[in-house]
């Protein structure tokens, strides 16, 4: 374990006493030239980078009116301050979001507002320069664009958007970041986040069926590239490879199977991660996002669903219809996308499904919201349909269910310390102390009603929680999928299917 000190998890939540500069130190690796040259970015600072940077940010504020109003209309009410699980975790006020938030706006100030041209220090405005750059690097970079505060925040300003800015002006005049622009450049060249070539994807679902058939003594199929199918699931390909993600693949499957539905995986677009959200890429979000129309297209599919994923999830309801829509090829009569807690939920809600509760009565579970599902996007067509879609088809799967505090849970829950292209083993003490508020928040349920499983719908909590639950004295594994729940609950075989 890495050398820094685990924060300690107290009965009350308490707000820290600010400590300067405690994280002025964890900067995660910069990008090579190779992999800046991947997303169309400058391999290295460019010449006059502090005009080129200046100019970004202008061009960036003109196009959105979002970030002009969230840059101009803070009134520093504060009410932000101890919202963030960075500032709670790491006790560094540069961690609060205002001050976050500020490390922009003091530049916009500067260039782009009357006071800040004329009486600057009245105004805190700054000159672009090195220190700021190497600021905005450290400092943007332990955000994990959550959206909490915003939640908080009288006028919704968006702390997530404003990180997503800088980051990007910093892509633009060659300072990247190595660990998301690495793996965007991974999903051009091979389809997916890691990696992972199509022989390779192609005996991993092999290996899947035979292990599925071992264990149930159904066919249950793990398809890839079959034209004609009616559904095509784009998954993390996280679930291709590690516990837990796997067993949530394999609930997919089981829940395709039981529902008598035809469907493929694609290893063209074998990735439903979009990290040039993190990186605030219009570009390259719009780029990833095409893969998944053109084999959506090439395959002749009907439907999309998508698998347990939090941003992507994101991307996927709030942001294809414009990157990649109109998705006019597809069948109106079901959502575009739609989600798989979505089908599963409808499945259950018709009787489709024999799920048998006790097969997970080992367990005690809770369910950590993650945050891109909570506060950026929706399922079904209810409102709150994100929280309750999610629960529903856990309750349907295991007799004991324990919500977390109300205030960590629903829109108002806590990062996992991961999020936002920071689950990189060179920011761990970041991530560690980021996630000691969910990790309070659990401890609060495990000591009342004995929980010991935490269900997720991301693939990033997912791999997050599995490293970060050590340190704070709980066991690695158990953090699971969603669909992990369900796979062990359904019924499959004769007699079964529908
Ligand atoms: S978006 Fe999340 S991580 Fe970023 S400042 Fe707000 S609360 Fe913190
Ligand atoms: S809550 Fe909103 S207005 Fe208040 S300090 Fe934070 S960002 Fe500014």
Known sequence: ??????????????????????????????????????VGFPGELVENWEQKAVDKLGELVSKSRALQVFLDSCVKCGACTDKCHYYLGTEDPKNMPVARQDLLRSVYRRYYTFAGKYFPKL????????????????????????????????????????SMAARDIMDHVGLGQKYSNEIIGKVYKIGNNLGLPEPALRDTLEGLEEDVKDETGVDVKFPLDVKGADILLITPS???????????????????????????????????????????????????????????????VKRIVVGECGHAWRVAYSFWNTLAGPFDFLDPNYPVPQHICEFTYDLIQRGKLDLDKSANDDLVVTFHDSCNVSRASRMGD?????????????????????DMAPDTIHESTFCCGGGGGLLTDDLMELRVKGAMPRMQALKEVVDEHGVNHIAAICAICKSQFTKVLPYYKFPMDMIGSVHGLVSKAIKLGPGNEQ
């Open 238 to 300: 996280a679930d291709f490879f590690a516990e837990p993600h796997i067993d949530g693949l394999i609930g997919y499957a089981k829940v395709f199977h039981a529902a008598g539905v035809s469907w493929t995986m694609s290893s063209y677009a074998s990735e439903a991660a979009n990290f040039s959200m993190f990186i605030g890429s219009h570009d390259n979000l719009r780029k990833v996002a095409l893969r998944i129309r053109k084999a959506a297209e090439d395959l002749g």
């Open 1 to 38: 374990m890495a050398d820094f000190q685990t924060p300690a998890l107290r009965e009350f939540p308490i707000i820290p006493l600010l400590h300067e500069g405690t994280m002025a130190h964890s900067r995660p690796f910069v990008a090579k030239p190779e992999h800046q040259a991947s």
């Open 123 to 162: 105004v805190g405005a700054r000159d672009m320069t090195k220190d700021v750059l190497d600021e905005w690097y450290t400092y943007f970079h332990q955000c994990s664009q959550c959206r909490r505060c915003s939640v908080f925040c009288p006028y919704g300003i968006d702390t997530a958007e404003i």
């Open 382 to 402: 209810m409102p709150g349909g994100q929280f309750k879609i999610p629960r529903e088809v856990i309750k349907a799967c295991v007799n004991n269910f324990h």
